[in-house]
């Protein structure tokens, strides 16, 4: 377990990396989009079991450097460094949970343990989304629902009803469910 705080993208460090993409915010915004979309692609091709999320750390990471000061010239090139590490870490961690599954206990008493966990997990994730405003727990139902083509348009209807670009839809839905994940890990610790 990690004591590194998680950074999460603030809305001064995207409006950053948007300027960096390009001065036009209309350009930057459609430039932004193909960026992600060929993300999505290079950890798709790549077998990554979750494109959407890998593609989104790699762009809070590039968010977080240009708003450290970095001073990146290539920016696309850089993204598809940072893509290839958000990779190779992602890898490793599947690594270790394959090691650390064979070194599970016998299959019944982990199915046994898995149907307990799955409960305390459910019932603490119903909990916390309980605690949601009625706006955010809508919102966080809603941009999960469906599958990959009809995710997406759901996702630009959603943010077309709430008046918002979709990048800031996608920065709301994150900050949402970060908030949420840490409630439900608290719940889960203090154990249900």
């Not at 950053?16 to 430039?31: F, N, P």
């Not at 008493?109 to 405003?133: I, K, N, P, Q, Y």
């Not at 629902?145 to 839905?173: C, F, T, V, W, Y």
Request: hydrophobic share 40%; proline share 2%.
């Amino acid at each position: 377990m990690s004591l590194k705080k998680e950074w999460v993208l603030t809305q001064e460090a995207f409006d950053l990396l948007l300027a960096r993409l390009d001065d036009d915010r209309e350009r930057a915004a459609r430039r932004y989009e193909r960026v992600r979309q060929k993300l999505l692609k290079f950890f798709e091709w790549r077998g990554s079991a979750l494109p959407d999320d890998e593609a989104d750390e790699t762009i809070n990471r590039v968010a977080r450097r240009i708003a450290e000061g970095a001073d990146v010239y290539n920016l696309e090139a850089y993204f598809y460094g940072v893509a290839r590490l958000v990779h190779a870490e992602s890898l490793k961690t599947r690594e270790r949970e394959r090691e650390a599954l064979a070194l599970a206990p016998s299959e019944a008493a982990a199915a046994e343990d898995e149907d307990e966990d799955e409960e305390g997990r459910r019932a603490c994730f119903d909990s916390c989304l309980a605690r949601l405003s009625d706006e955010n727990r809508d919102l966080i139902i809603e941009y999960y629902q469906d599958e990959r083509g009809r995710k997406i348009a759901r996702r630009k209807l959603l943010a077309e009803r709430l008046g918002i670009p979709l990048n800031a839809l996608r920065i709301r839905a994150h900050r949402v469910r970060v908030g949420l994940e840490a409630c439900v890990r608290e719940c889960l610790r203090r154990g249900g």
